[in-house]
Nanobody, 124 residues
Framework: QVHLVESGGGSVQAGESLRLSCTAS????????MSWWRQAPGKERDRVAT????????YLADSVKGRFAISRDNAKNTMYLQMKSLKSEDTAIYSC?????????????????WGQGTQVTVSS
């Protein structure tokens, strides 16, 4: 059982930055897909970013390209989401998830492990 814990959320003004962290209870290097998802009130959960850990490839949703970046530090068992130029529409609960190589990374239901989520609120 892998435990994921997010941190770094908070309330900021539009245009500011935040860095979210997702710390795993074990080595994340072997987890093929690690992703950030977000869910705003009354909306469906959306995938924000994915790190394909085996090959170091990343995915970013069109809505965050150029503003967000996903990265990891294997030594710290931690994945990050650097968020810049935040907008009010980025307001949501952000959760990290991990899954094996067999999953469809765009399907939330296929991830095996989830963190509890961290709130990000952006005021305009």
């Amino acid at each position: 059982q892998v435990h994921l814990v997010e941190s770094g959320g908070g309330s900021v003004q539009a245009g500011e930055s935040l860095r979210l962290s997702c710390t795993a209870s074990e080595n994340i290097a072997g987890r093929h897909y690690m992703s950030w998802w977000r869910q705003a009130p009354g909306k469906e959960r959306d995938r924000v970013a994915t790190l394909y850990t085996d090959v170091g490839v990343t995915y970013l949703a069109d809505s965050v390209k150029g503003r967000f970046a996903i990265s990891r530090d294997n030594a710290k068992n931690t994945m990050y989401l650097q968020m810049k130029s935040l907008k009010s529409e980025d307001t949501a609960i952000y959760s990290c998830a991990a899954g094996g190589s067999w999953i469809r990374p765009d399907r939330a239901t296929e991830y095996s492990y989830w963190g509890q989520g961290t709130q990000v609120t952006v005021s305009s």
